[in-house]
């Protein structure tokens, strides 16, 4: 009988200290993993591998910025020598802020794209020696905004499109050493920092939910539930997919969110330099 135990098995989660992708770290740690998390912010990471113990898991974390491809390097290699070869690895980290393409300035643009895709490559080509192969699972967490355009999200959009492009890739590539990568697209996630950003109003967020086809916005368990799933061996041969798990949103409902969105955006002042 195939089972959801990680007993044993090392999963690291890249951005694992808040939101959807913390729901991610306690899942596996819940489901008898040992969990290493990693992202900027050394109290974070530090609070996290806290909750990760109390959880009952053998939990360690590192500091590191996904844009310092060495720091995060430094970051594989500690985890590896305490843990040893890695099974499943979820690369979540990311940054976001609505604004019109006009409104930011190019730094604003590449900040985003450097955090999510090419922070994405250094932390899939850094961990790439270290996982387990035949058995590695690498879950890279994408955005509906991969899939369909959204007003004040071009850097976004952008750069989540090249995130899911890197797992199809990447599956091709690694896939005959035995290693699976998948993406999630979580839909709209309630208490996240992504929704404060995305969804700032309260009747924003209520078009938001009105807008999923479940008429729910999702929980980070719904998130992690699906990870969970894709780095068992009832995934084993699930590949190179991108899979929304978003309570229907992107069969029409996202597109609200950028319209209810686009007169705020619209009102707000540039952040363009000369
Ligand atoms: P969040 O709480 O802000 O989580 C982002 C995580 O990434 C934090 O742990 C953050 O910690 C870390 N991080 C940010 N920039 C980093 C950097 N440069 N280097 C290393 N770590 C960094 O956001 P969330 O809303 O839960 O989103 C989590 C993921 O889900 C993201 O990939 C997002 O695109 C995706 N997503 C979210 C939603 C949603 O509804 N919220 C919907 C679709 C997709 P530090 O600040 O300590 O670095
Ligand atoms: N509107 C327009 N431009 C903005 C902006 C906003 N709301 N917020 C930041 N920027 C621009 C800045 O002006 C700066 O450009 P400039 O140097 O030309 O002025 C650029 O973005 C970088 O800002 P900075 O604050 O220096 O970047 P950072 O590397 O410290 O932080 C962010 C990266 C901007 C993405 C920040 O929001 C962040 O750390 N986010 C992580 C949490 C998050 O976004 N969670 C949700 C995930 S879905």
Redesign the pocket.
């Known amino acids: 009988m195939l089972t959801i135990d990680f007993t044993g098995q090392t999963v690291v989660v890249i951005g694992g200290t808040s939101?959807i992708n913390r729901g991610i770290a306690e899942a596996f740690a819940r489901h008898g993993a040992r969990v290493a998390v990693a992202s900027?912010t050394s109290q974070k990471v530090a609070d996290t591998v806290a909750a990760l113990q109390h959880l009952g898991a053998e939990a360690m974390g590192f500091v590191a910025d996904v844009r310092d491809y060495d720091a995060v390097v430094a970051g594989f290699a500690e985890v590896a020598a305490a843990f040893g070869a890695i099974d499943v690895l979820v690369s979540g980290a990311?940054?976001?802020?609505?604004?019109l393409a006009e409104?930011?300035?190019?730094?604003?643009f590449k900040?985003?794209v450097d955090?999510d895709l090419l922070g994405t490559y250094h932390v899939l080509r850094a961990a790439h020696p270290h996982l387990r192969r035949p058995g590695g699972s690498v879950i890279n967490i994408s955005?509906p905004q991969a899939v369909l355009g959204m007003v004040g999200q071009a850097h976004?959009c952008a750069a989540k499109a090249g995130v899911d492009m890197i797992t199809r890739t990447l599956a091709l590539e690694w896939g005959p050493e035995g290693i699976r990568l998948n993406s999630v697209i979580p839909g709209p996630i309630e208490g996240?920092?992504?929704m404060r950003?995305l969804a700032p109003t309260p009747e924003i967020h209520e078009a938001c939910r009105k807008s999923v086809p479940m008429r729910r916005m999702g929980v980070p368990d719904d998130v992690a539930n699906a990870c969970l799933f894709l780095a068992s061996p009832l995934a084993a041969y699930v590949h190179g997919v991108v899979l929304p798990v978003d309570g229907g949103w992107l069969l029409g409902g996202y597109t609200a969110v950028g319209a209810a969105m686009e007169p705020l955006l619209r009102a707000?002042p540039a952040?363009?330099?000369p």
């Open positions: 939101g900027r990311a940054g976001n802020f609505p604004a409104n930011m300035s190019p730094n604003g900040s985003v955090i955005a976004v996240t920092e992504g950003r707000m952040r363009d330099k």
